[in-house]
């Protein structure tokens, strides 16, 4: 069956075109700043961040002066963010200082932002009228959906569920890899509400023939072509049946906002964040394994095999990155703070695939480990919220290091693991530095 990509990516060219961009005749920039003169005022005054009160009297395909000092349109989205680090503007990636990650329930606005393409022009108008939602390809019954069939045809769930970039941590490999440069804050725990991803797809009667999904989403390519789709991943098909994956339309009791995948978006829990399509618009079961975009070569890819850092490892020996490792991380107190030198308290999460099953605290550069408080998850795959009271021998600097154990018995390594071409996967101990005075 041929993929219906670039139909999806037609529509995103459509609405550029409907936006004011005369395709053929502007650079990508110049295409993603006329989008204005259609978007509405609404989307205008928030790029200028105040009213414009004869707005309505703005000559078609006028841009205003003020604009010059404005921000881009993707940018907009940003002015809702609370402390985070921007890696790249173009896509727009950013991460958060672990210390901002202290909540049980991540925020919308201390959520990192990891973008393949542009967000598109729905989201920021946050216009769903028109969205529906297909599912084809090796099922009994082709479904288009929209958001009301959704919420009415499917039972509604709430899960607290991990999202984390396959990068996250890449910044600590030596030699450097690749690629946005995450230490520790690509990660959050947001309430995500949708329905389930097994639902929809058992309405739909998968066939024995299917492998894999595609995941399909209307975010356009950074080029501009309309021809080319930034990201389209998939999952096993016996990972997308299982319970947790989800399909969802709220976040924290509201709408998912823009950036993060306005109207609906994937949430497979316990795979990369890569897995989780935002801006869904498609699902495409699958006899094989998915080769959309990003699915090939060595993006979220590993090594096969262990190599030495720095190897140059050929393409058909890097297998596809599936499950996420077994990780933990210090919220309170940040890196640097001064502490009580008769002792202190430490908080953080740990989440792994699965249940994480101990953790442990170091202050001797990992000599000796002592066990901390550990909750429960609220739901599989949230990530679990651990306390320590640190004893210090005396005034000083410490490192306070922290470690989780999973179910399976897999521990965080002290230093940066399996070493590869994209560094991925970095799971290698939290570690924060204090000064006990």
Known sequence: MESRGTDLEHRAADAVESNGAVAGTESPQEGRRTFLKGTGLAAMTAMMGMAIPFGRYMPEGYRPVGLAHAQEPDMVVMNDKDGLTLLNDRPINAETPAHLLDDAVTPASRLFVRNNGAVPFHALDMDASSWTLTVDGEVDTPLELSLDDLRNDFEVVTRNLVLECGGNGRAFFQPGASGNQWTTGAVGCPEWTGVRLRDVLNAAGVQPSAVYTGHFGNDPHLSGDPDRLPL??????????????????????????????????????????????????????????????????????????????????????????????????????????????????????????????????????????????????????????????????????????ARATDGEGRTQPVTTPGWNPRGYGNNMVHRIAVIAA
């Open 232 to 401: 389209s991943r998939g999952i096993p098909i016996a990972k997308a049946l299982e319970e947790d994956a989800l399909i969802a339309f709220g976040m924290n009791g509201s709408d998912i906002p823009a950036v993060h995948g306005f109207p609906l978006r994937l949430v497979v829990p316990g795979y990369p964040g890569s897995a989780s399509q935002k801006w869904l618009t498609r699902i495409w079961v699958r006899d094989q394994v998915h080769d959309g975009p990003k699915m090939g070569g060595y993006s979220y890819r590993l090594p096969a095999y262990p190599v030495a850092p720095g190897t140059e490892v050929p393409e058909e020996d890097m297998v596809i990155m599936e499950t996420m490792p077994v990780k933990s991380l210090i919220t309170n107190p940040m890196t640097g703070a001064q502490v009580a030198a008769d002792g202190f308290d430490i908080r953080g999460h740990a989440w792994a695939d699965g249940e994480v099953a101990g953790m442990e605290t170091s202050i001797d550069f990992g000599q000796t480990w002592q066990r901390a408080e550990l909750d429960a998850p609220v739901n599989r795959y949230a990530w679990q919220h651990f306390r320590a009271s640190i004893a210090v021998p005396l005034p000083g600097y410490y490192e306070v290091w």
